[in-house]
């Protein structure tokens, strides 16, 4: 998935296939998860919010189920 980077302490970038409703993320020490059942609409907030991490940490979270991916190369 196409993620794009994004301005935050935590999270380095962000994909989303909105036909599957699938968030992707990859966090600043490199390891990729995904989030199922995220609406277009969220995505669009969490790349919006002023703070991506804290978006992220109240709204994404603990509401989505989701699954280790990878971790980057270093």
Not at 28 to 57: C, I, K, M, T, W
């Amino acid at each position: 998935m196409l993620r794009r980077p994004v301005s935050s302490s935590v999270i380095a970038s962000i994909g989303y296939s909105q036909a599957d409703e699938i968030l992707e993320v990859e966090f600043q020490n490199g390891r990729v998860y995904q989030y199922d059942g995220v609406p277009a609409a969220e995505h669009v907030s969490l790349l919006s919010a002023d703070s991506v991490g804290a978006y992220f940490n109240k709204n994404i979270r603990d509401r989505y189920r989701s699954r280790y991916v990878s971790t980057r190369d270093a």
